[in-house]
């Protein structure tokens, strides 16, 4: 039951989409920021609601589970370097994919500093200029934003939340030192932790921890591949694909 618990947790800190919410002018207006999405590259924000460059859109990430004037007050108003109104984009919404339209709003965030950490939940604000009238909107919900230079941090970070036996390093083979050695039939998706080789050529066997490597948790088996939710996957958090060939071995955290 509680690695049940943990998968759902899991998927549901990294995985679903965040929907924002506001009112603006007796209408709805809708803030989108897909959630992983990593610092080190452009971060998308949606709004639904055509915003142009000259009406300084400025975006802020809380970092407080309580919203306070003193926490807006003091949190950075991030510009963005486009600005593209008049855009289209699709949601999940309640398992529906819903299509909107209104401004992209892209940022660099590469800057923004994490204090070691591997992820980040903000609460994405956005405001701007109109009618002389200032405009914000504010997500219902918190969403996560990566700082994952390695894979092996992302799986360092959940296992810190979940106080979880930690490798405490960012190389992948890390992992083959921690936990109990167990085999890929065994396997199960929650507390296990799958470790591959990554690159081509000749790459050493498990014996070997400082060598290329990929990590992530374990998401089942489709066919000759093993699934595996990890970070820095397709440059976010997500279930990807990698064949069973490259597997160095499977250990279970708890």
Known sequence: MM?????FILLGLFLVPSVTLATSDGQTTR???PDGQLKSHTVRVYVTHDISANQQPRLMLLRSHSVTKKAVDETTQIEPGIVAP?????????GQE?????????FDLSTLKFRCKAMMRVMPV???TEGGLKHIVVSSREVNLGNIVAAAGFINYVAWLLRLP????????????IGEVIELEDAEAGFDVVIFKR??????????VDAPGHVGFFAG???RNILLLGGNQGDSVSIGSYPKSRLLGVRRLG
């Open 3 to 7: 690695r049940r618990a943990f998968w």
């Open 31 to 33: 803030l989108f920021m």
């Open 86 to 94: 008049g855009q289209e984009w699709v949601e999940r919404v309640s």
């Open 98 to 106: 819903v299509r909107r339209s209104g401004t992209l709003l892209l």
């Open 126 to 128: 956005v405001n701007w």
């Open 166 to 177: 930690r490798s405490k390093s960012l190389l992948a083979r890390s992992w083959l030192t």
């Open 199 to 208: 690159g081509g050529g000749n790459q050493p066997g498990p014996h070997v």
């Open 221 to 223: 088996i489709e066919g």
